[in-house]
């Protein structure tokens, strides 16, 4: 069956000073999809996701964004009873000199924002790149089924203050020169995690509640990962460090050549495994109550 295109699109325009600066809303009505892909590509500004709380639509979206910039192109697409939603914010090709675009600068980033609130009722995976700027990423209420999250030079905020109502094989980050805090990692309800961090900072606190043993990967560059966990849950980490590298692990012991272990791994109900790979950047273990 071919793809069906159904979102409505009401646009407003607005004008500030010298700047075109335009102001547009998105809808995509809920037509009866069981599964849904969201793709989202945002090139520059300040980007904000969170729970749709209106059943009769996938999404509501309001994108605000100058026209000397980025231009948003928004898709949606169904086959069968699975939706695919692809948001992109593409560099406007005319303001281009010689095939160079021109300098960014802290107005870009002001001038270019999007809202995103995305549906509660579908099991939905979400395949997200952020580039320059700003990234608060609320999956509350959302039943999400994977989660893929690359990160540029973007300080991005993620979050699950409750837990997921789907099961999540893989979450994958992967960041470079920014800044990525997420937290409620055990409502994620997650099997596995893979955390790539290039030249930034990156902490995962592992608070929430989970329902299984966790299993993941962390590998560092030259960036720093604090890792933040509950007290009532073990952890076993599997780690080779070498003098241009720091780790940090309080309240572990070597239980054989470089493998930690938690000291209440034999008393505790839950358990977390870690390999890490790191180069000459820093990993701290945190203990939380």
């Given at each position: 069956m071919k793809g069906r295109l159904i979102f409505g699109l009401c646009l407003v325009?607005?004008?500030?000073?010298?700047?075109?600066?335009?102001?547009?809303?998105h809808e995509v009505p809920y037509k009866g999809e069981e599964e849904l892909n969201v793709g989202i590509e945002f090139g520059l500004g300040k980007l904000e996701l969170r729970s749709l709380d209106n059943s009769k639509y996938i999404m509501q979206a309001e994108i605000i964004y100058s026209k000397d910039l980025y231009k948003p192109e928004i898709d949606y697409k169904t086959v069968g009873n699975r939706g695919k939603l692809r948001l992109v914010s593409n560099q406007d090709q005319e303001n281009r000199f010689w095939g160079h675009s021109r300098k960014k600068s802290s107005s870009d980033i002001k001038n270019n924002h999007w809202r995103v609130a995305m549906t509660d009722q579908i099991s939905t995976a979400y395949d997200i790149e952020l580039g320059l700027g700003k990234g608060i990423l609320d999956f509350t209420n959302i039943k999400v089924n994977d989660l893929n999250l690359e990160c540029g030079l973007s300080d991005v905020v993620m979050e699950f203050s409750k837990s997921n109502k789907e099961r999540i094989r893989t979450l994958v980050i992967q960041s470079g020169l920014g800044?990525?805090?997420?937290?409620?990692?055990?409502?994620?309800?997650?099997?596995r995690f893979d955390v790539e961090c290039g030249l930034g900072s990156t902490k995962l606190r592992f608070d929430g509640d989970s329902v299984?043993?966790?299993?993941?990967?962390?590998?560092?560059?030259?960036?720093?990962?604090?890792?933040?966990?509950?007290?009532?849950?073990?952890?076993?980490?599997?780690?080779?460090?070498?003098?241009?590298?720091?780790?940090?692990?309080?309240?572990?012991?070597?239980?054989?050549?470089?493998?930690?272990?938690?000291?209440?791994?034999?008393?505790?109900?839950?358990?977390?495994?870690?390999?890490?790979?790191?180069?000459?950047?820093?990993?701290?273990?945190?203990?939380?109550?």
């Open positions: 325009t607005t004008f500030v000073l010298a700047e075109d600066i335009v102001t547009e809303r800044n990525v805090e997420v937290t409620g990692l055990c409502n994620a309800n997650m099997d299984r043993d966790i299993k993941g990967r962390i590998t560092i560059g030259l960036g720093s990962v604090t890792v933040q966990i509950p007290e009532d849950i073990a952890v076993q980490i599997e780690a080779e460090s070498s003098f241009l590298s720091s780790l940090n692990f309080n309240g572990f012991r070597e239980v054989e050549e470089n493998v930690y272990r938690s000291k209440n791994w034999k008393s505790a109900d839950q358990r977390i495994y870690i390999v890490i790979e790191i180069g000459l950047g820093s990993v701290d273990i945190e203990w939380i109550d």
